[in-house]
T-cell receptor, first 113, second 109 residues
Framework: ETGVTQSPTHLIKTRGQQVTLRCSSQ?????VSWYQQALGQGPQFIFQ???????GRGNFPPRFSGLQFPNYSSELNVNALELDDSALYLC????FGQGYEQYFGPGTRLTVT | GQNIDQPTEMTATEGAIVQINCTYQ??????LFWYQQHAGEAPTFLSY????GLEEKGRFSSFLSRSKGYSYLLLKELQMKDSASYLC??????????FGAGTRLTVKP
């Protein structure tokens, strides 16, 4: 069984640029959720993808967008990067529905300068 | 955040027992997850309570009272490797999990 993988591991971008983060879900899982974790805080829900559509969104602006592909992998895109976007971005895969535990990937550490 | 309250930090001695409490504002779905997160790593699943009561899994147990919006994680026979943050996560309304800031546990020899 393959676990959740994310790429890249680390990334440094400049304010105003755009970034794409990638996630491959655990085999057998059909749902991908993205979280942002600032230093010293818990993960904050960005959005979830199921059947290649957004299936719920947290309190993040539209410049945060995503995609899910037929193989259930997913991308997180952030436009017009701001300094406050510096954080650990976590992808979690699961089966669809409440009550199923989510399994996290190792995360992508994004630094915006 | 999101009306989830946990102590910020706790310290305990190796071999001891520690209880980490969590209170939260209930949403439309009952149940609660606990995750462990070591520094610089991703959270890992510890437990899920869907019904009231105590769920035991080895050295770790988790308790839930849905009506009170209260849960605790009990860690027995503490080991140095248990030093980590422990995140209480009730489900949200978007099939997501709502995380608090977590409790940073330090286990000392």
């Amino acid at each position: 069984e393959t676990g959740v993988t994310q790429s890249p591991t680390h990334l440094i971008k400049t304010r105003g640029q755009q970034v794409t983060l990638r996630c491959s879900s655990q085999s057998g899982h059909n749902t991908v959720s993205w979280y942002q974790q600032a230093l010293g805080q818990g993960p904050q829900f960005i959005f979830q993808y199921y059947r290649e559509e957004e299936n719920g969104r947290g309190n993040f602006p539209p410049r945060f967008s995503g995609l899910q592909f037929p193989n259930y992998s997913s991308e997180l895109n952030v436009n017009a990067l701001e300094l406050d976007d510096s954080a650990l971005y976590l992808c979690a895969s699961s089966l669809f529905g409440q009550g199923y535990e989510q399994y996290f990937g190792p995360g992508t550490r994004l630094t915006v300068t | 955040g999101q009306n989830i309250d946990q102590p910020t930090e706790m310290t305990a001695t190796e071999g001891a027992i520690v209880q980490i409490n969590c209170t939260y504002q209930t949403s439309g779905f009952n149940g609660l997850f606990w995750y462990q997160q070591h520094a610089g790593e991703a959270p890992t699943f510890l437990s899920y309570n869907v019904l009231d009561g105590l769920e035991e899994k080895g050295r770790f147990s988790s308790f839930l009272s849905r009506s009170k919006g209260y849960s605790y994680l009990l860690l027995k026979e503490l080991q140095m490797k248990d030093s980590a943050s422990y995140l209480c996560a009730p489900p949200g309304n978007n099939n997501d999990m709502r995380f608090g800031a977590g409790t940073r546990l330090t286990v000392k020899p």
